[in-house]
Nanobody, 126 residues
Framework: VQLQAYGGGVVQAGDSLRLSCAASGRTFRDSAMGWFRQAPEKEREFVAAISRGAVRTNYADSVKGRFTITRDNALNTVYLQMVSLKPEDTAVYYC????????????????????WGQGTQVTVSS
């Protein structure tokens, strides 16, 4: 699976953005998908994940109620809708695919993801 993330940008606090991650390859619909982010001088952290059949989603506590992950298997794309953005959301956002996850599992640990996109920068100014 090859992944291409896009949709980042510079926004004001309180604004919204939608990130997209387009996947190529036949295994997208058989993969759990996740979003992670890494801020400067910080460790990469889990943001959101969605299971293969979109029956389960998981979110980091810091984004619950503000971010929504969805997927469109027909378009081989996973989305991250972000609202009420905060300066602490500033980071490079990466999408990832786990083609070994079970059907209703949305993994939260980066170690399970075997495929990663190149990242897209999100900057939120106060």
């Amino acid at each position: 699976v090859q992944l291409q993330a896009y949709g980042g940008g510079v926004v004001q606090a309180g604004d919204s953005l939608r990130l997209s991650c387009a996947a190529s390859g036949r295994t997208f619909r058989d993969s759990a998908m996740g979003w992670f982010r890494q801020a400067p001088e910080k460790e990469r952290e889990f943001v959101a994940a969605i299971s293969r059949g979109a029956v389960r989603t998981n979110y980091a506590d810091s984004v619950k109620g503000r971010f929504t992950i969805t997927r469109d298997n027909a378009l081989n794309t996973v989305y991250l809708q972000m609202v009420s953005l905060k300066p602490e959301d500033t980071a490079v956002y990466y999408c990832a695919a786990d083609d070994r996850a079970r059907y209703a599992v949305a993994p939260t640990f980066s170690e399970g993801y075997g495929y990663w996109g190149q990242g897209t920068q999100v900057t939120v100014s106060s």
